[in-house]
């Protein structure tokens, strides 16, 4: 009797002990000098990164590839701001 619910507990506390998946992004501004360029963006973050803090050291190094420098993380959001930021974001909508 004691292991037919020791399994349960178990797929429980599992269950409980996993990390929460849930969708992170950051809309940003960014740089580029000589000749001066700016662009606003949308870019996915992995879940350790759901801070503006996080989301810089995650965005910067990537934008900084192609010659962008970040200015500013503007805010984190989820799934549901997606949509309302991608014509702005044009084709900088989570191209980074």
Same mark, same amino acid.
């Given at each position: 009797?004691?292991?037919?619910?020791? &399994? %349960?507990?178990?797929?429980? +506390? @599992?269950?409980?002990?996993?990390?929460?998946?849930?969708?992170?992004?950051?809309?940003?501004?960014?740089?580029?000098?000589? %000749?001066?360029?700016?662009?606003?963006?949308?870019?996915? @973050?992995?879940?350790?990164?759901?801070?503006?803090?996080? +989301?810089?050291?995650?965005?910067?190094?990537? @934008? +900084?590839?192609?010659?962008?420098?970040?200015?500013? &993380?503007?805010? &984190?959001?989820?799934?549901?701001? @997606?949509?309302?930021?991608?014509?702005?974001?044009? %084709?900088?909508?989570?191209?980074?």
């Amino acid at each position: 009797m004691k292991h037919a619910l020791l &399994i %349960p507990m178990l797929v429980l +506390a @599992l269950l409980a002990a996993a990390p929460a998946r849930a969708d992170c992004y950051a809309d940003y501004k960014a740089k580029q000098d000589n %000749p001066l360029r700016l662009h606003y963006g949308v870019a996915r @973050l992995p879940d350790t990164a759901c801070t503006p803090q996080a +989301a810089s050291r995650q965005l910067a190094p990537r @934008l +900084a590839r192609e010659g962008w420098t970040l200015l500013n &993380i503007l805010s &984190i959001f989820g799934p549901e701001g @997606l949509e309302q930021r991608k014509d702005s974001a044009g %084709p900088y909508f989570l191209r980074y």
